[in-house]
């Protein structure tokens, strides 16, 4: 079977589980009781089925997709995250379309999705949301998944922008961003304040929104007055131009709610959890924003994103 063959598979098990889980709960016995026993005629149902259908549509062009069999097995992450290469193939609107429609599936069960407007830690206790008519299990499915689809949207930025300029390996379940053999040794013969004035205007951009994604990080890039990168144009100010309408928070905020829900219903499945979230946001997203805050991108506040690492993986 293809490796996009593969993807299809488990994209058919990921929607087939959510929507038995609408009507039957893909959750245990117990957690199934939890969950508001509504009408057929029920409004929100409606919406919600509505929702799963736009979902499935919109999940169905981007080939990617985590399911509730997979949830257990996230130790094995190089059969379940895509390649750089195979994210690169996906039409860049795609993976957005998929976020957006399973924030409308959140949002039409009772578990609207805030959107991000700072990074502070809160110090209150979480609390899963009771008004959601989605069983606990199918909100983990949903958090993991936008989590997935957050890094996948900007592993495909990084990817298609990357010139001879910096790499992204996958290696045994493992992204891995640095630059270039080439651009290494170049790097090696220059000042860091000309770090900055290798990328051009796309791949600087690409860099602040990979990290938006990731981390909500204020980053950009401060104008230099009258200098200009390596392909003739002006250091100017720079910041993302993610929309917040669409991505509402990021991959940690995703993984953060994912594992606290689990730790609640499933220790063996939160611990399977916290070893994606090892992956993504201790090894990669750190690595990166080393990278970037060497090469002279500004994160104006490096130390609240770092905390929340922290906080994430130390659960």
């Known amino acids: 079977m293809t490796q996009i063959n593969k993807w299809l598979r488990k994209l058919e098990l990921f929607v087939g589980c959510l929507l038995v889980g609408l009507c039957l709960g893909c959750a245990s016995p117990e957690d199934r009781v939890e969950r508001p026993i509504l009408g057929d005629e029920d409004p929100r149902e409606v919406e919600v089925q509505k929702a799963f259908s736009i979902a499935q549509s919109a999940i169905d062009k981007t080939g990617l997709g985590i399911d509730l069999s997979e949830l257990g097995d996230l130790g094995n992450l190089e059969t379940i995250l895509a390649s750089p290469e195979e994210l690169e193939n996906i039409p860049e609107p795609a993976i957005q379309d998929a976020i957006a429609a399973m924030y409308l599936v959140l949002d039409a069960s009772g578990a609207e999705t805030p959107i991000m407007t700072n990074v502070a830690i809160t110090t209150s206790p979480f609390q899963v949301g009771s008004n959601s008519i989605l069983s606990k299990t199918d909100q983990i499915l949903m958090h993991v998944n936008l989590a997935?689809?957050?890094?996948?949207?900007?592993?495909?930025?990084l990817q298609t922008e990357k010139g001879d300029l910096f790499e992204i390996d996958f290696i045994e379940g493992q992204y891995d961003f640095h630059l270039s053999e080439s651009a290494k040794k170049q790097f090696d013969n220059l000042e860091p304040e000309e770090y900055l004035l290798q990328f051009s205007i796309k791949q600087r951009q690409v860099i602040i929104d990979a990290v938006t994604l990731l981390?909500?990080?204020r980053i950009?890039?401060?104008?230099?007055?009258?200098?200009?990168?390596?392909?003739?144009?002006?250091?100017?100010?720079q910041a993302t131009l993610i929309d917040r309408r669409i991505s509402r928070q990021d991959a940690l905020y995703h993984l953060d709610q994912g594992l606290k829900m689990a730790k609640q219903l499933a220790p063996d499945l939160a611990t399977s959890i916290q070893n994606l979230n090892e992956n993504v946001a201790d090894i990669f997203t750190n690595?990166?924003?080393?990278?970037?805050?060497?090469?002279?991108?500004?994160?104006?506040?490096?130390?609240e994103v770092e905390a929340r690492i922290r906080q994430l993986v130390s659960q």
Do not use: C, M
């Open 220 to 237: 950009r890039v401060i104008e230099q007055p009258g200098t200009k990168d390596v392909y003739g144009k002006l250091i100017q100010n």
């Open 215 to 217: 981390t909500s990080a």
């Open 287 to 303: 690595k990166l924003l080393d990278e970037v805050s060497k090469w002279g991108f500004s994160i104006g506040n490096r130390d």
């Open 148 to 157: 997935h689809f957050y890094l996948s949207d900007a592993l495909r930025k």
